[in-house]
């Protein structure tokens, strides 16, 4: 990806979206722009026209962490954007060639699987940077047994969400849960620029999904961390579930995302009947395992 071009286009899209009364701007006469002009940027900023006009061309070397913060002020970025930005400004900066080759690998250790594994009462996933499901519990499994058993997804849920017809019924809020989900990628993406994983997943949906490519191109950013999402499960019906999540400190590529339902509420009903399913489902799969050893063994 053309960090530069990102840069430019991001820069231009959030001045695009700052009217001039929301920034205090008045009496500047007819405009032909729909948001505020590269000269109001550079002076809410406290910066030259012509250095806002060099970042907004997508040259971010060099720019200091305080013109960062007042660039973020003055065209009102939220928490996100704001860290998007300074991630743009660090890939153009010295030694980030030197970083290109690091991509981490998403390994789950046998401990980490054991404590996913103890959790009860949550469906628990774990997802790499590229959002792969590379471990979950039980009850995680049978949540997302869709997006698992999805020959266009393989257990992706970016690639579920715009590859395969049927994410459409399992997120009602499909719109809203693909505008999340694309914007939350492209925050993962500008902390790790140079992550082929990553990088590798954004070129496959761009060049596949019309739907991923205009939202890409939207460039809004957001943060992965708590929230409510609608499922429609295809064992046990709609579900209204909270989620929480979490990183692991050890292993900073990996990321594990934890579905609670409210006490006393249908969901919680629902998701507890389809955690039964599942634990009986496993338990018959283990008999069944057992029995074949011991008839491979002439027992």
Same mark, same amino acid.
Request: aromatic residues 6%.
């Given at each position: 990806?053309?960090?530069?071009?990102?840069? #430019?286009?991001? /820069? +231009?899209?959030?001045?695009?979206?700052?009217?001039?009364?929301?920034?205090?701007?008045?009496?500047?006469?007819?405009? $032909?722009?729909?948001?505020?002009?590269?000269?109001?940027?550079?002076?809410?900023?406290?910066?030259?026209?012509?250095?806002?006009?060099?970042?907004?061309?997508?040259?971010?070397?060099?720019?200091?962490?305080?013109?960062?913060?007042?660039?973020?002020?003055?065209?009102?970025?939220?928490?996100?954007?704001?860290?998007?930005?300074?991630? /743009?400004?660090?890939?153009?900066?010295?030694?980030?060639?030197?970083?290109?080759?690091?991509?981490?690998?998403?390994?789950?250790?046998?401990?980490?699987?054991?404590?996913?594994?103890?959790?009860?009462?949550?469906?628990?996933?774990?997802?790499?940077?590229?959002?792969?499901?590379?471990?979950?519990?039980?009850?995680?499994?049978?949540?997302?047994?869709?997006?698992?058993?999805?020959? #266009?997804?393989?257990?992706?849920?970016?690639?579920?969400?715009?590859?395969?017809?049927?994410?459409?019924?399992?997120?009602?809020?499909?719109?809203?849960?693909?505008?999340?989900?694309?914007?939350?990628?492209?925050?993962?993406?500008?902390?790790?620029? &140079?992550?082929?994983?990553?990088?590798?997943?954004?070129?496959? /949906?761009?060049?596949?999904?019309?739907?991923? $490519?205009?939202?890409?191109?939207? &460039?809004?950013?957001?943060?992965?961390?708590?929230?409510? +999402?609608?499922?429609?499960?295809?064992?046990?019906?709609?579900?209204?579930?909270?989620?929480?999540?979490?990183?692991?400190?050890?292993?900073?590529?990996?990321?594990?995302?934890?579905?609670?339902?409210?006490?006393?509420?249908?969901?919680?009903?629902?998701?507890?009947?389809?955690?039964? /399913?599942?634990?009986?489902?496993?338990?018959?799969?283990?008999?069944?395992?057992?029995?074949?050893?011991?008839?491979?063994?002439?027992?």
């Amino acid at each position: 990806m053309d960090r530069s071009q990102d840069a #430019a286009e991001f /820069l +231009k899209s959030r001045r695009d979206r700052v009217t001039p009364d929301k920034a205090g701007v008045f009496g500047s006469g007819r405009r $032909r722009v729909p948001g505020l002009r590269r000269e109001e940027v550079a002076y809410l900023a406290g910066v030259s026209v012509d250095y806002y006009v060099r970042m907004e061309r997508g040259d971010l070397r060099g720019v200091s962490p305080e013109v960062l913060d007042a660039l973020a002020r003055a065209l009102q970025l939220d928490e996100a954007e704001t860290a998007y930005l300074h991630d /743009l400004a660090a890939a153009a900066g010295p030694g980030a060639r030197r970083r290109r080759e690091k991509t981490a690998e998403a390994v789950v250790r046998p401990g980490l699987q054991r404590f996913v594994d103890a959790v009860t009462g949550a469906a628990v996933t774990v997802q790499n940077r590229a959002g792969d499901i590379v471990a979950a519990n039980v009850l995680g499994r049978a949540l997302y047994a869709p997006v698992l058993d999805s020959p #266009a997804g393989r257990g992706n849920t970016s690639r579920f969400l715009f590859l395969d017809p049927a994410a459409r019924i399992f997120w009602p809020d499909w719109t809203l849960i693909a505008d999340q989900n694309v914007a939350s990628l492209r925050s993962i993406a500008g902390q790790h620029p &140079h992550d082929r994983t990553v990088t590798d997943h954004i070129g496959e /949906l761009v060049t596949r999904s019309d739907d991923f $490519r205009v939202r890409w191109a939207a &460039h809004d950013v957001r943060f992965h961390r708590t929230g409510t +999402k609608r499922l429609r499960h295809p064992e046990v019906g709609d579900l209204e579930l909270d989620y929480e999540a979490m990183e692991f400190p050890a292993s900073p590529e990996l990321r594990m995302t934890a579905y609670t339902a409210a006490s006393g509420t249908p969901s919680s009903e629902r998701l507890a009947l389809l955690g039964s /399913l599942a634990a009986s489902r496993e338990d018959t799969d283990v008999s069944t395992g057992r029995a074949r050893e011991t008839r491979a063994r002439g027992e």
